[in-house]
């Protein structure tokens, strides 16, 4: 069995097992407390507002995605352009270079 990563070791230390589910629960008897009206209505509003946003983050993460690629593949292009600018500049100078000038001999 191979260890957990670092950052799923953080989530799964014995404190934070034990106080985080002690906090929600201490937040929600604090805020029924205050106002139960508010409490039971942000309790089942709350996870109706989370459908749209995951629906919408799946199609933002789905688009960017493929914009990443589209982005990816236009880089590809523009450096196999410049790169070939660069060879057929090199090709063209290349009787130049092999000419002596008379300060040379």
């Known amino acids: 069995m191979t260890p957990a990563p670092p950052s799923l070791r953080s989530l799964l230390s014995p404190d934070d097992i034990i106080t985080q589910p002690l906090t929600v629960i201490s937040i929600v008897v604090y805020m029924l407390k205050t106002d139960w009206h508010f409490t039971l209505y942000s309790l089942c509003f709350f996870p109706l507002c989370?459908?749209?946003?995951?629906?919408?983050g799946r199609r933002v993460r789905k688009i960017g995605r493929q914009d990443e690629t589209s982005n990816a593949e236009l880089m590809v292009i523009l450096h196999e352009a410049l790169a070939g600018i660069r060879l057929v500049k090199s090709l063209c100078r290349e009787p130049h270079g092999t000419t002596v000038s008379p300060g040379q001999q």
Do not use: A, G
């Open 50 to 56: 989370l459908l749209p946003i995951t629906i919408f």
